[in-house]
C-alpha cells in the first residue's frame, strides 16, 4: 500500500483467499485492504496514538440517516456525554478533496452536530471546527488533542 501523510503505525494484516485484510481495533475484526480502509486505519490510529482520544469514543464506519437517505460514516470521535466531538470523512489517496467532499461532510454534520471535522484522503488532511451559530465553519492547522 502507498506511504500516506501520517507517522508510521505498526499494523495486524492477513492474507485469505488472495485478499488482504487489516485488523481493525475499534470494530475488532479484519478488514479487506482497500485504499480507503488503509487511509481510515491511520486515521484511528492518529487519533489514538497522537490525539490521545480513548479507543472507548471511537466509532467507525456505521449508518446515519440524511434526509431520509441511509449514509455511512467513516468515523466518528465522540464526547464523553455522547454528543459527538470529531466527524471525519476518508478517501482513497488517489481520490482528489474538493468541495464535493466538503459538501459531503457538512450534510453528514447537520444531522450529527460534531463540533469538529476532519476530511483525508491520506496524503492531505483538512481540519474545521464548526460555528452553528453562524452556520459556517473555521479551518484550523491541526485537529485538538483528546480534552475531558
Known amino acids: ?36 480502509e488503509w487511509v481510515r486505519q491511520h486515521v484511528v490510529r492518529f487519533l489514538l496514538e497522537e490525539k490521545k482520544y480513548p479507543k472507548s469514543l471511537i466509532n467507525v464506519e456505521k449508518v446515519l ?25 476518508c478517501k482513497a489517496p488517489e481520490i482528489k478533496i474538493a468541495q464535493a467532499t466538503f459538501d459531503q461532510i457538512a450534510r453528514y454534520n447537520m444531522t450529527m452536530k460534531a ?9 492531505n488532511h483538512y481540519f474545521c471546527q464548526m460555528d452553528f451559530e453562524n452556520e459556517k465553519y473555521q479551518f484550523l492547522s491541526e485537529l485538538p488533542e483528546y480534552r475531558i
Open 115 to 123: 463540533e469538529y471535522l476532519m476530511v483525508t484522503n491520506g496524503m
Open 65 to 89: 440517516k440524511v434526509n431520509g437517505l441511509r449514509k455511512r460514516y467513516d468515523v466518528v470521535v465522540f464526547k464523553n456525554d455522547g454528543s459527538i466531538d470529531v466527524l471525519i470523512e
Open 1 to 36: 500500500m502507498q506511504q500516506l501523510d501520517f507517522s508510521s503505525y505498526t499494523f495486524r494484516f492477513k492474507n485469505s483467499e488472495n485478499k488482504v485484510s487489516i485488523f481493525d481495533e475499534i470494530r475488532k475484526k479484519f478488514i479487506i485492504l482497500t485504499p480507503e
